[in-house]
């Protein structure tokens, strides 16, 4: 949704850093919707190069959708170029006539900005609260040291859902079965003739064949149609921050703040005016992708929480559905999230938090929050050279190096 000041609609892209369990499953899902053919005969290119020597370009030569597009051309720069260049990487710098903003347009280009990270500490226990981003671009890495340092210091790394302690198999069922409809037979049959035909051709564009989802919610719909064109933009879901750091964690020292059930209800239990209501916005503005993944991405990267809580509120505009539905995935998870980190500060561990960054902006917050409950945390800056000699104040304020 993402509207501007204008009221104009944008992608509803802001899902995908508010839910993390169903990365897992729509990935799975999206490897059988590339092969499915569409009824929108069209062909599309995607152009990669490798920053070691950017002045060669690869193509995905024609392909039947945007997202197969973007695969092939970065498959064929990392086959020319794993030998030949083993510093650097391949990354898409257009996707048809639309340029992709570069990884390294996207970062902060100032010595001294925030990050999105707090440190909370009780008499007993440190924790790190940090705002993710669910897909990545490789160029985005490594990611401030402030970060990698604070997960050091944690003896344990909590997500918003722990999806490795479930099968991707067992993701994928449970995914199924909140997200299959219930009361209508197909998709088609909740949708006017022309939101239908202006929704398939925007699947189609990136891959995603509405006769294979007929028998889904529109909820599984946009937030598929929402992955497939962050994909195809190169954001890659094995690059999300929780990948990152799952990976030197052992299993017994990663924790939740969620369950799978809990998130999946959150999206499939929502009315169906509703989700067609998301939906329709998602498919309204889709054209203005690279713009709304940019501006995302750019936010977090600076540390911009102000910046980042207008792009999440402006998407809602004066619609009381689209209000509503933001107000349940954010300030109500919000709320619940915080509890459960006030719970850790009452241990004798440490802990590195990750949650969507949206749940660290605006004026409902888990920051927000947990400051009403008695809990103040200092917010980390980019300049601080170490973590563990930083001084700790017990209140909001800027934790950063003072020459």
């Known amino acids: ?21 169903l990365v897992p499953a ?5 490897t059988n919707l590339l092969l499915c053919g569409s009824a929108f005969a069209e062909s ?8 070691a020597q950017p002045s060669i370009e690869y193509t995905s030569g024609p392909q039947p959708n945007r997202t197969a597009a973007a695969l092939a051309a970065n498959d064929k720069c990392k086959t020319a170029t794993t030998e030949v260049h083993p510093q650097g990487y ?10 992709i903003t570069q990884a390294s347009e996207l970062k902060a280009n100032t010595q001294r900005h925030p ?41 344990k790394l909590v997500l918003e859902v722990n999806t490795d302690q479930i099968s991707p198999g067992e993701i994928y069922a449970k995914t199924q079965a909140a997200a299959r409809l219930t009361k209508q037979r197909y998709l088609r049959e909740s949708l006017s003739a022309l939101d239908y035909s202006r929704l398939a051709r925007t699947a ?14 529109p909820a599984m719909v946009y937030t598929q149609l929402s992955l497939m064109g962050f ?71 600076k540390g911009d929480d102000t910046a980042m809580a207008k792009l999440v509120a402006e998407q809602n505009g004066s619609s009381k559905l689209l209000r509503d539905f933001s107000e349940q995935l954010l300030d109500q998870r919000n709320v619940g999230m915080s509890k459960k980190i006030a719970d850790y500060l009452n241990t004798n561990e440490n802990y590195f938090v990750l949650v969507g960054a949206a749940h660290l902006a605006g004026p409902n917050s888990i920051i927000k929050v947990l400051e009403k409950n008695g809990f103040h945390g200092e917010r980390i800056y980019s300049d601080l050279p170490n973590l563990r000699d930083a001084p700790i104040t017990h209140s909001t304020t800027e934790v950063s190096h003072t020459p």
Request: hydrophobic share 45%.
């Open 1 to 21: 949704m993402f509207e501007t000041a204008l009221r104009r609609t944008k992608p509803k892209a802001f899902a995908l850093i508010s839910i993390k369990a």
């Open 26 to 30: 729509l990935a799975l899902l999206s």
């Open 44 to 51: 599309h290119e995607s152009i990669a190069i490798h920053t």
């Open 90 to 99: 391949c990354e898409l710098v257009r996707m048809d006539n639309v340029p």
């Open 115 to 155: 990050l999105f990270l707090w440190r909370f500490t009780s008499n007993t226990s440190t924790l790190y609260l940090a705002g993710s981003l669910h897909l990545l671009k490789q160029g985005l890495y490594p990611l401030p040291l402030q970060y990698e340092q604070a997960f050091k210091l944690s003896n």
């Open 204 to 217: 189609a564009l990136y891959g995603v064949p509405l006769q294979a989802l007929q028998s889904y919610k």
């Open 231 to 301: 994909i195809a933009l190169g954001y890659d879901p094995e690059l999300g921050v929780e990948e990152h750091f799952s990976k030197s964690k052992t299993p017994e020292d990663i924790l939740q703040l969620e369950s799978l059930d809990l998130q999946l209800g959150f999206l499939f239990a929502q009315s169906m005016e509703t989700q067609i209501a998301v939906l329709m916005d998602t498919v309204k503005q889709f054209d203005e992708i690279e713009t709304v993944a940019s501006s995302l991405v750019q936010a977090w990267a």
